[in-house]
């Protein structure tokens, strides 16, 4: 990113990584990195104390964090002529983020009276960048939570018999109870970000996006598609947004910017390694999110659960049920479009085809999770349903699914998580066939790999929903499980 704001500038510096950016930044960000890259100029190059680019890298909590260039790597490309592109820059970044945070640095720098309130301004301004990009792919504070680690809105907290959540499509997103611990940088950023811009800026204002009329079938899928689009640039964007921070930080350090209050550089500092610690996981959440909301998720789990007699039948059927068919239909047509369209640069339109894969099986999963009566041949509905899915998510499916809308389209790529996510799925499926003592055992040793909820459907599915006395105890069984105890109970 240093590389970009220096090509940018008026010098020749040759650069031995292209960033290429989007069509309407390329037209017009580049003349806004002028400044920051003068300012770069300004700025003694430490490279040849430190023994050149290598060492002067290492300078940087980005190229020092394995997980952060893991989750970057899949995102690089090779040109033609060998260069390692990425084509993550978005527009708001190069025509406001740069032009700001050289114009805050600049004056921190000029003016030390000011420099710490300079800093604070900088982290305000990418507070904003980031909540923002967050809640337009979450459309609200509630799956924002979700989906961060602060509780699912279906799991059970108390015995009531309601399955049903306004934050269905973020409780599939949700990260497993192994995962949560994980998230505790990401927590912490959330909720430290939303304090700072308490009362600055209302972000509940994006929520009304999701209600607007989007009109036919057709226009429902490209609208949507464009949504996905839209949406998963700005997450990926967010990669760029804390290498910017990390710069900044380390500009800030190297121009010896203070004051009075000297914790002024040390905070912007240790704000980066926050940035470059959480960034991998709010990326994933993030383009999660808006893949679930893309596959109308709400209405994929109310399908399932109001097929209702289908589930407590006693006769096998020959077909998977119609919501499938319509899944993989939607799930092959936002491929379509976004392959076609070539906005999205292949490595994030192959990313995003794996987001949206995962989502399908996990909406499935907690559809099925809420059918609270379940018989035999219904469970062996839902295998054929799981099935089913699978194979119309495969690429030579996709394709033949968009033989008449997308002739010419690729097919979408091969190793997704496509297998891995269906035996996920098909596990929790069989597990209902287990009889009761070894279902328990089960949900004792996988408790950290399903959600809670999961696991009390497997327990009480078989039950008829007027023996509520069992179907109370079975769930405070579970729910002690996940607690951390055992407790003994009886039919």
Known sequence: MKELLLKASPSDLKSSCAFDVTTRSQKRGYKY????????????????????????????????????????????????????????????????????????????????????????????????????VFRICASSRANEDVSIGLGR?????????????????????????????????????????????????????????????IGSPVNQHKTSALRLEKESAAALSCFITAIVVDIASSLHKDMGISNDEDDAQESLISYAEEIISMSPVFVKQSCQLSAARSLSGKELIFKIVCCGKAWTDNEFREYSNDYIDDLCERAS????????????????????????????????LEGFSKVTTCSTEGRSLMSMDLATLSSGLAPDSVKE??????PHVCLPPLQSCR???????????????FPEEDTMNWIKQNRDQYHLDHSISLMVAKIPPKRKQIITSKKKAVMDIYNGTQIEFKD
């Open 419 to 433: 297998e891995d996510s269906m035996r996920y799925v098909d596990t929790w499926i069989k597990v209902f066939f």
């Open 33 to 132: 990195c002028i400044s920051f890259g003068n300012f770069l100029q300004s700025i003694p190059d430490s490279s040849e104390e430190k023994g050149g680019d290598e060492a002067g890298a290492n300078d940087y909590v980005g190229a020092c964090s394995p997980e952060f260039c893991a989750a970057l790597s899949p995102l690089f490309e090779r040109s033609p002529c060998g260069e390692l592109t990425l084509k993550l820059l978005s527009t708001s970044s190069a025509d406001g983020l740069l032009k700001w945070v050289a114009h805050l640095l600049a004056i921190g720098n000029d003016l030390p009276l000011v420099a710490a309130d300079s800093t604070k301004a900088i982290v305000t301004l990418f507070d904003l960048y980031f909540l923002t």
């Open 333 to 364: 047509l936002l491929w379509g479009h976004i392959a076609s369209r070539g906005i999205l640069p292949p490595p994030a339109q192959r990313l995003m085809w794996g987001h949206l894969v995962r989502s399908s099986f996990m909406l499935l």
């Open 401 to 406: 699914r968009l033989e008449d809308s997308f």
């Open 153 to 213: 809105g279906s799991s059970v907290q108390s015995l009531s018999s309601s399955l049903m959540s306004v934050t269905m499509e973020a409780d599939a997103c949700a990260p497993l109870p192994s995962e949560v611990e994980g998230y505790a940088i990401l927590q912490r950023f959330v909720q430290n970000s939303r304090t700072r811009l308490d009362r600055m800026v209302n972000l509940d204002k994006f929520q009304s996006v999701d209600q607007l009329s």
